[in-house]
Structures are given as C-alpha cells and as structure tokens.
C-alpha cells in the first residue's frame, strides 16, 4: 500500500513555457503532499506543503507565483511552473503523508525530471 | 530546530563486505528517524525507521540501523553488500509541521 505515482516522469520545454506536474495517491487519501526539488547530487529541499482545500505553505525563499501548487482532491496535487527558464531544470519529487499518522513518514512519487531548454 | 548530518559523502565498498552508513541528528522534539535510498532517476523508498521500543531496527534488503540516543545517532549497517546496493542513501528525522529533515545523503559505492 501507500503508493504514490506522478505524471510525467520527464519533460523537455522551452524557456518561457508553463509545465504541469501531478502527483497522486493511488491507495490512500492524503491531506498533505510535499515537493521536493532536487539538484544533482545534492539532497532533496522541501519547497512547500500541499494541504487538500486550502492554500500551500511555501518554504523561505521559494517563489509561489512561480511554483503553483494546487491540492484540489484528497489524491491528487499538481505542481505548475510557471514562465519555466534553464535555471528551473531539476528533478521534481513528490511526496504523501497518510493521515492520523503521528511520525511524519512521507511515501514518495518516483520524480519527474523537468528540462527546460 | 531539527537537523540531519550524515557524516560521510561517499563510501566506496567491494562486494560481499559490510557497511555502516553514518547519521547523526539534532531533535528537540519527539525522534522518529527514517533512512531512504534512492536509486538513479527514481524517488525514495522507505528502508527501515524507528519510531519507539527496539532500539535495532531492521529494514527491507537486508539492512538494519541502531537509534542511539545517548550520541544521537541512527547509523545504517549491512554485513554484506551486494552490486544492486550501489544507490544514495538518506536519513531523515521528523521536524516541526509534518516536515521531513532529510541529510545530505551518502553515496554507496560497491564494487565487485
């Protein structure tokens, strides 16, 4: 159980154009997401916490204009850049919590890898 | 405030030989530890993790960590690894607000 998918696990887009990433529970509501950015060989950093029905709670420095953060369901929440550039190519993972769970383990989506050129 | 530190970047490692990833951490708060590895272009997956009780934990591939709280450490062990462990590895402790504090992470390295 607690399976996370995301959709799409690559793209390639031009510099200026928007990218919409999904991330779904498969097997369980998840009233908190997370996404995770990721550069090469480097550690994953939280850039927000995606709440079911209400709006993200965004890390210090990452730009909520720019990162649009949507959890319109109980199983699904998408992440949009916006006006994506090549300083913006990295690798998106997404993650879920299980509800009532009071450890904070996360299940992981298996990243997509966004290019902008 | 919650922190992570995995004290080695790269540990290189023939096969067959046992391995101990290192992890210390910093809690100010109830510790629940966690260690994810993650294979090449693919996200994390749930190793083993200590919640409460046994202070050895034992995990899925064969790998098993001991939570010391009196040095504040959850160090990752093997006696044998394999080529297939060759990945990166996390430990995380839980922060404030549901987040996950995760380390740099360390890359595995066995080879035959």
């Known amino acids: 159980g607690a399976v996370v998918s995301q959709h799409p696990s690559w793209v390639i887009c031009k510099s200026g154009t928007s990218v919409k990433i999904e991330c779904r529970s498969l097997?369980?509501?998840?009233?908190?997401m997370f996404w995770y950015r990721q550069f090469p060989k480097q550690s994953l950093m939280l850039m927000a916490t995606s709440n079911e029905g209400s709006k993200a709670t965004y890390e210090q420095g990452v730009e909520k204009d720019k990162f649009l953060i949507n959890h319109a369901s109980l199983t699904l929440s998408t992440l949009t850049v916006t006006s994506a550039h090549p300083e913006d190519s990295s690798f998106y993972i997404c993650s879920a919590r299980v509800p009532g769970q009071a450890y904070n383990e996360q299940f992981f989506g298996p990243g997509t890898r966004l290019t902008v050129l | 405030a919650q922190s992570v530190t995995q004290l080695d970047s790269q540990v290189p490692v023939f096969e067959e030989a046992p391995v101990e990833l290192r992890c210390n951490y910093s809690s100010s708060v109830s510790v629940y530890l966690f260690w994810y590895v993650q294979y090449p272009n693919q996200g994390l997956q749930l190793l083993l993790k200590y919640l409460s009780g046994s202070t050895l934990v034992k995990g899925i591939n064969g790998f098993e960590a001991e939570f010391n709280k009196s040095q504040t450490s959850f160090h990752l062990r093997k006696p044998s690894v394999h080529i297939s462990d060759t990945a990166e590895y996390f430990c995380a402790v839980n922060g404030g607000y549901n987040k996950l504090i995760f380390g740099a992470g360390t890359r595995l390295a066995v080879h035959p």
């Open positions: 097997d369980f509501q998840a009233t908190t």
